[in-house]
Nanobody, 120 residues
Framework: QVQLQESGPGLVKPSQTLSLTCTVSGGSITTNFYAWTWIRQPPGKGLEWMGVIAYDGSTSYSPSLKSRTSISRDTSKNQFSLQLSSVTPEDTAVYYC????????????WGQGTQVTVSS
């Protein structure tokens, strides 16, 4: 059973960079044909797909966030990370990491989510 756990600061000041890490246990982030995703949910809104890093290290980002988003990984720690730059209060959300097979639409593993508030 793959388990994911988000970690990072719960409060970020405007214009700074939000950095979160997802630690994966029970499976490897380099397992063939798996993709590891960051998703967020602002208060009162739906889920927003932010970007993904695949088993081979390739990445893809939401067009609306691409200029501010970077996803990377540390295979030695079995972790993948999110950096979102130049944050504003509109980036306040619960941030989730999730994993799925690349040939499946549904995610088969989710982190519990972490609240990030952007405020001075």
């Amino acid at each position: 059973q793959v388990q994911l756990q988000e970690s990072g600061p719960g409060l970020v000041k405007p214009s700074q960079t939000l950095s979160l890490t997802c630690t994966v246990s029970g499976g490897s982030i380099t397992t063939n044909f798996y993709a590891w995703t960051w998703i967020r949910q602002p208060p009162g809104k739906g889920l927003e797909w932010m970007g993904v890093i695949a088993y081979d290290g390739s990445t893809s980002y939401s067009p609306s966030l691409k200029s501010r988003t970077s996803i990377s990984r540390d295979t030695s720690k079995n972790q993948f990370s999110l950096q979102l730059s130049s944050v504003t209060p509109e980036d306040t959300a619960v941030y989730y990491c999730a994993g799925r097979r690349t040939d499946q639409r549904d995610y088969d593993s989710w982190g519990q989510g972490t609240q990030v508030t952007v405020s001075s």
